[in-house]
Each structure stands twice: as C-alpha cells, then as structure tokens.
C-alpha cells in the first residue's frame, strides 16, 4: 500500500522531470513502510493458517463430542434380523440377549370373514359418471417417439401448434406455451383451481379431461381464448355433463336407491361384534355406513362390491381368536338381511402353523409372536423358511467413530502439511531491484517447519490415540476394537488413523462393554480424551490457537497504526517536495527571463555605440 508516484511532466522553462525526482525521493523514503506492510502480510498468512488449522480441529472435538455422548445407549441397541423378510421379520426390544432360531412357516393365520350370499340388486347397476372431455383420436402423429416430458414444439401433433395461447376450463384461464411438454401442462390445469384433473393414456395416445363431482348436474366447460391446443390434442371446446347412475349407486342416500336393491333398507340399528350402528336410509349412503363400521371399534373391514351387489367383511385381527359376529336380537333395521349377510357366511379366523428349529409345529395366534425370540417380536409375511435372530447392533456407533476418523486423518495431514512444507523457491533478482519489488508480496511458504505449536499439536493428536486403553476389559486396545494407526515412516508421510469396520462391529457384537469403555466412556474412552486435549488448543479463551491468532491480530492492528503514521508523513513529504520544486522552477523561470532582459539591453548598448 505504498504512496501513489506522481505522474511525469517536464518543467516548461527548466525542461525538468521534477516529479520524477520527487518519485525517486519519496520510493527511497518509503523503504521502512515496505518493510512494515510485508510484516503485516506475514502476520495475515499466519493468521489465516491458524485460523484455518484451529478449524480442523474444531471439527475433530465436535466428532470426539459426538463420540463420548454416544455411551452405552448407543451401543447397547439391538436389532432384530432375518434370512428372508418375505417370510417373517424381527423387531427387538432394548436390553434384548442375542438369540437365532431356524423358522419355518407352514401357514399364515387369517382372519373371520363373511360375505354377501347373493347379490342385492335386482339389476345391473352402474354409478354416476364425471363430465369428461377425451380426445376423439390418438394425437400423436409419431407415437413411437412422442414423449409426454420434451417440450411439444418439438412433437408432431394432430395439428401444428401455436407457439402460445390460453384454455379456459370452467371459467378459469390457464396460459401455456409451446416449449412446455404435455406433463407441464397437464400438472398447470391439475394444480389450478378449475376443479379438473387431466390425464394422458400413452397406449391410446389421447388426452382425458374429467370435471369433479357426478351426474347430470356436474358440468365440464372447455373452450380456449387463443391458440389450439385443443385441435393440437383432437379435444372438443364445449360444456359437457356427468351421468346419472343407471342402478345402485353407494354414494347416494339408501333410501333414494331403494328401487334398485331387491330388499329396500329400513331405517333402525344394526350389530357387528356388539357394537351397535344407526341406519337412517334418508340421510346416509352405503359408502358412509360402511365408512362408520370400518372406524368403529368393531374390529371389522367391511368392502363393497359394485359389479357384484355385495358386502364382504373380514375381522382386523387373525387367527382363531379373531372375531366377526353378524346382527343381534335387538337389531331394528335389515341392512344385514337387505345385503344378505349373516352368520352362516362367516368363516372363523385361523392360527398360523410354524416350526422353530425343526420342532414340533407351533400353532400361533395372528401373525405376530412374541415367544420366538427372548426380546424380538416375530412378524410372519408369508411361508417359507428363514433364519431369525435378535443381535447387538454398532451401526451408530461405527458411523460416528467413522466420522471422528475422518475428522482426525484432516486435521493431522493439514497440520503435518504445514511442517513439512517445501520453502518457496525465488529466482534470482535480477538488475537493481527496489526494496518495494523484493518485498511486494512476502512468502510465508516453509516458515512452519519446525513450529513448536503446531508439532506439540501433532504429538498430541498422535499419543492421545495411542494412549487410550480400558484395563481390566477383555478388549482392552483401539486396535481390537478396530482403530490403528498408522506411523509417518520416518516422517515421509502424517502418521493416518484406520478404522476397519468390520473389526469393530464384530468387537462390538462380542464384548460390548468393552468396546463402551474404549470409544465412550467418560473417564477413559477416546472420546473424551480427544475432546479434553483439544480444549487446551481451541478454547475460545484459553486455547493455545486462540492465543496464537489473538497475538497475530494484535500485531497487524499495531502494524496498520504504523503504516498509517508513515503514509501520513511520506504524502507530507510528497507534497511539501512539489511544492518546493514549483517555486525552485518559478525561481528558475524569473531568472531565466531577467537574463534575457539584461541580453536585450547589452545587445541595444552595443548597436548604439559608436
């Protein structure tokens, strides 16, 4: 940041480059400010590597941290396993011992279940429709390379498109443009608020548009105030109309429906495995009576098949236990009757039938089993044969001592780049360069070999893994749980931490307690041991880096005052010099013009003289 040079000009009357004499002046004065501004840059490359090196190990203590909070919580879960989840899967309960079993499932159970002996209606039925507008033929004129998702400006259509334009679809405007693709649009008339779903049939190449609600009443109004995409996907502008049902319809009220139903339902109460329901055939649709059932606490699914006019129910639970009981004596309406539903329909739920390890067959009821597995609940999915068990399980912990490994193998190869960093290599200068050339912009390349801070730090990071250890356990080394370290060769390479996983969970699974007392135990566990040495270098007060980059601030601020004071001085001097050469060339300038008056007048002198 020295002080700007003036720029070169030339005394008119002397001919001299005052300012360059000034320039030279002022660079020979500012050769201590050079010398401060690169005492400054130093300390702000310093600055920066601590900064950067204490951040690497900020990181490494929140992976430590993460490590001694994991504790025995953590490596105490267990997890149920299987062979085959399409035959049973297992679910484990905290603090549950490692068990296995050879499972063979013969049969699943099933739940009660009852259907409609014969139809209800005393005709075909069909349900009311939606408006639909649908195109009238395939409008893709290359079905084989039409693709909904590429803009349709570059498909072939049933006719060629506009480049933009507008539907109207029930009063509401949606704009489009040509480089959208069929799926943008669509998704544009699906998300607005005309109440129309749009759907494409590849196979068919056509386009669906269907209104909301059914029946004469709902209505579909389609039209465009510009372009053609209509015509583009061969659908027709216009208002278009749902259909009425043509027979029993479950979503409108019994009682309107009662001259489709070979029994007409009566209103009154009706029973499902003792709970009692309310029928008002004036107000309620088969759709929410059945609704009603299905959210009771009956513990019974009901469903309702259109085509065929029936009801059929099945119990939420399965096997023998399981209940579905039809009407009682009390019952006041023949919804039951009205869809021919009764007891004698109903078949009774079944156990499941399995084989532990080849052993005499178990019938189990539902498909579920708590008795297997000493803390593992059984799930049965289908029949088969699989091998289940309940296992300690160390994949939290192994992915935080993963990320505690990461974190400590960055931290030691920056700290150990800076130690065995090569000097910078400077050419040779050449001619006489300036102090401000040799001096623009200082290295700090190679002036951490040797740092004490930073191979403390390394030591450090070094012992604290080596030291860790859990006497008295049966795994009682990082490397049995394993972590090891690799050494730096002679100091050819940074030592690297490795973590063989497989070590590790197979420690874990073996002993661990062990493996507890190594990673996270409070007193004696890696984690809390990386975390208290790092917090005598980090600590945002106390810290040994904290100090460093504390004192380096110190000095730039103090540097920057003195750069401040000598820039004052130097642009004083500047200014003082051009001023005491503009009088000097003035001075020169005057002279110069009485010399040349006392020439005029010698030479007038001597042309008069006789």
């Not at 400054?40 to 490590?67: D, F, H, I, P, R």
């Not at 009706?270 to 107000?283: A, K, L, M, S």
């Not at 004490?452 to 070094?462: E, F, G, I, W």
């Amino acid at each position: 940041m020295g002080i700007s040079p003036l720029a070169a000009t030339t005394g008119v009357v002397t001919g001299i480059n005052w300012n360059n004499i000034i320039n030279e002046m002022i660079s020979v004065e500012s050769q201590p400010l050079v010398a401060l501004e690169g005492q400054k840059s130093v300390a702000s490359q310093e600055q920066q590597v601590y900064t950067s090196l204490q951040g690497n190990l900020s990181s490494l203590q929140s992976a430590a941290l993460a490590l001694s909070q994991i504790g025995g919580q953590a490596l105490d879960t267990v997890v149920g396993t299987s062979s085959d989840n399409s035959v049973a899967t297992v679910s484990a309960s905290a603090g549950a011992l490692p068990a296995s079993a050879a499972l063979d499932v013969l049969a699943l159970a099933t739940p009660a279940s009852g259907s409609s002996s014969a139809t209800a209606y005393n005709g075909s039925a069909t349900a009311a429709t939606s408006p639909q507008d649908t195109s009238t033929s395939n409008f893709e004129q290359s079905p084989s390379t039409f693709s909904p998702t590429s803009s349709l400006s570059s498909q072939s259509l049933a006719a060629p498109l506009a480049s933009s334009g507008s539907l109207t679809l029930n009063g509401v405007a949606i704009a489009w443009n040509s480089s959208q693709s069929l799926n943008d649009i669509l998704g544009l008339i699906n998300s607005s608020s005309a109440g129309v779903t749009a759907t494409y049939n590849s196979s068919a190449g056509t386009v669906t548009l269907t209104g909301s609600g059914t029946g004469s009443s709902a209505s579909l109004s389609v039209g465009e105030s510009s372009g053609n995409l209509l015509e583009a996907l061969n659908l027709t502008a216009g208002t278009t109309t749902g259909a009425n049902a043509t027979g029993f319809d479950p979503t409108a009220t019994l009682a309107s429906q009662a001259s489709f139903l070979n029994t007409p339902v009566t209103a009154g109460t009706f029973t499902i495995n003792g709970v009692t329901f309310e029928v008002n055939p004036t107000t309620q649709s088969l759709n929410e009576v059945l609704q009603a059932v299905n959210s009771s606490s009956a513990g019974v699914q009901a469903y309702f098949d259109q085509a065929a006019g029936t009801i059929s129910m099945r119990s939420t639970a399965d096997g023998s236990t399981a209940q579905l009981s039809l009407g009682a004596s009390g019952d006041s309406s023949n919804l039951l009757a009205a869809f021919n539903l009764s007891n004698s329909g109903v078949t009774a739920g079944a156990d499941a039938q399995v084989q532990v390890n080849g052993g005499a067959t178990q019938n189990i009821d539902g498909n579920t089993s708590t008795s297997l597995l000493p803390g593992g609940t059984v799930s049965f999915t289908g029949t088969g044969v699989a091998t289940i068990g309940v296992g300690a399980s160390a994949s939290d912990a192994a992915t935080a001592v993963q990320t505690f490994v990461s974190a400590y193998n960055s931290a030691v190869s920056a700290i150990y780049g800076y130690l065995d960093q090569t000097p910078q290599q400077t050419a040779p200068l050449t001619g006489t360069p300036t102090t401000q050339q040799a001096n623009a912009n200082p290295s700090i390349q190679g002036d951490f070999i040797g740092n004490p801070l930073l191979q403390q730090t390394l030591d450090q990071l070094v012992n604290l893994v080596a030291t860790v250890s859990a006497p008295g356990q049966a795994l009682s080394q990082l490397s049995q749980a394993g972590l090891t370290l690799t050494s730096s060769n002679g100091g050819q390479q940074p030592p690297t931490l490795n973590f063989n996983q497989t070590t590790f969970e197979s420690a874990f699974q073996t002993d661990p307690a062990s493996v507890n007392k190594l990673i996270s135990d409070p007193s004696t566990g890696l984690g809390q041991t990386a975390y208290n040495a790092l917090q005598g270098l980090i600590n945002p007060t106390t810290g040994s880096f904290t100090a460093q980059i504390n004192g380096l601030t110190a000095d730039q601020n103090s540097l920057s005052q003195q750069i401040s004071a000598m820039q004052a001085n130097l642009l004083y001097q500047q200014k003082s010099l051009q001023t005491e050469y503009a009088q000097l060339e003035a001075t020169l300038g005057t002279m110069q013009q009485q010399g040349q008056q006392i020439q005029g007048t010698l030479t007038t002198l001597a042309a008069a003289a006789p």
